[in-house]
């Protein structure tokens, strides 16, 4: 079982003021002052971190996680943009993934069907339809159908794999609108994403993520508390 860091450090502060009272006059004094100190400083730096998180009655500024929740989040956006999904790191990503686009494998196994299908149709729509059809019509252009698909994957498979289109593909992804529209759609999603937070789930989520270190200024509002009283006894004395 774990022990509360605060709560650990509070019983050892009262216990040497417990202690103080059953020991010589020459040693009460000194326990008293050092252990009374540690639990001032010890309650003082845990009421404090609770006012963090909780709304104290009479207490002014307590709850300030809460109450200011509007302007967590907002830097909690402003952070996320600044620092992730700037202008500059959105450049180099796009840069850096522009080189590893290939979709020579999905040009190769895409179902070009319906491109055959189109291309037939219009042919069997135009004048030279009523041609065709007096040397078997459609059965005739369907004999074409897998050299179509063949050729046409392959056309396209060069055409992907070319500079030039990697050149457009680079201009695209370079252009200002394109950065723009990125950066604005990713604004969006954080904002949306945000907004769907609550006070207490972001009240939960803070206090998830410093409460063990935080407890660190319990311990050492006590260490330093004992210091300053174990001192304070000997220059009162």
Known sequence: ?????????????????AISFFVPTILSKHLFDTGFYALSGAITNWLAIYMLFEKVPFLYGSGIIELNFEVFKKSIKNMTMEQFFSKKNIQNFLNTEE????????VANADMNRAFDALKSTIMESKFG???????????LESFREQFLDKIKVSLVSIVKSNSFHEEIRNH???TSFQRDLISSI?????NRLNELTPAMVKDL?????????????????????????????VSK
Request: hydrophobic share 55%; net charge negative.
């Open 206 to 234: 803070i206090k998830t993520l410093i409460s063990e270190h935080l407890g660190w200024l319990v311990v050492w509002g006590g260490v330093f508390g004992g210091i300053i009283g174990l001192i304070a006894s000997f």
């Open 99 to 106: 080189m590893k686009i290939d979709i020579s494998d999905v």
């Open 173 to 175: 992804i370079n252009s």
């Open 1 to 17: 079982m774990k022990i509360d860091k605060s709560i650990l450090t509070n019983l050892v502060a009262f216990l040497i003021v």
């Open 187 to 191: 604004e969006i999603i954080v904002t």
């Open 130 to 140: 009523s041609m065709i059809g007096m040397f078997g019509g459609e059965s005739v």
